[in-house]
């Protein structure tokens, strides 16, 4: 899975589905100042990308939760990679919305869920780990068994490890920052000069810039 975790990484840094630029920050939704920005669904755009995000994920599932019988994508950004992953796995598919629809049903997840199954839910990217896990909720307050989830890449901020813990919830990714960044480096796409300040601002991002 090491060698995985780096072609993945290097995929994402050729396709610009990652942008690095520890001099020039970037604005998250959260109001963060970041040198990183992931936008996973740029790796939609790339036929032989894409396929090798599938495969892996399908591994991954595979591998790690071998029982599960129903794949759940968390919208909006995982819609997409859970269904792929459905699809190459024969099995039912659902998404997940952040909250409720505002008519008809008032859903939050969409599709049928059955009975009796055990399900494995899709992300795309873990940052704080807050959304996913309001799914994780949703699911397991609807009486869905949840095995655990997969991702394509992580942060790992402390914040979200410990989120997971507490939630008992199972996390896999694909690949993560510390090893992005690093690929980043081999690769010559930052200056080895930037690779202690990225580390830095994975320890303290809600500070960082300020």
Not at 25 to 42: E, Q
Not at 142 to 169: H, Q, W
Request: glycine share 8%.
């Amino acid at each position: 899975m090491d060698s995985m975790e780096k072609t993945i990484a290097r995929a994402l840094l050729e396709i610009k589905a990652v942008c690095l630029s520890p001099e020039q920050n970037f604005i998250w939704a959260s109001g963060w100042r970041s040198p990183i920005y992931c936008d996973n669904r740029k790796i939609l755009s790339y036929p032989k990308e894409r396929e090798m995000i599938v495969n892996a994920m399908t591994q991954l599932v595979q591998k790690n939760f071998p029982t599960a019988d129903i794949i759940a994508g968390v919208a909006t950004g995982a819609i997409a990679w859970g269904a792929l992953v459905a699809q190459k796995l024969g099995m039912p598919f659902v998404y997940i919305r952040p909250k409720p629809k505002d008519h008809g049903t008032g859903a939050r997840i969409e599709g049928e869920l059955g009975t009796g199954k055990n399900m494995v839910i899709v992300e795309d990217i873990i940052s704080t780990g807050g959304s996913s896990l309001s799914a994780f909720d949703c699911v397991l307050n609807a009486g869905m068994p949840v095995l655990g989830m997969v991702a394509i890449f992580t942060y790992n901020f402390d914040i979200s490890r410990r989120a997971f813990e507490k939630k008992n919830c199972e996390l896999h990714t694909l690949t993560s920052y510390d090893r992005l960044i690093e690929e980043a480096v081999a690769c010559n796409y930052i200056d080895g000069k930037d690779l202690n300040t990225l580390k830095q601002w994975r320890l303290m991002p809600d500070k960082w810039g300020c």
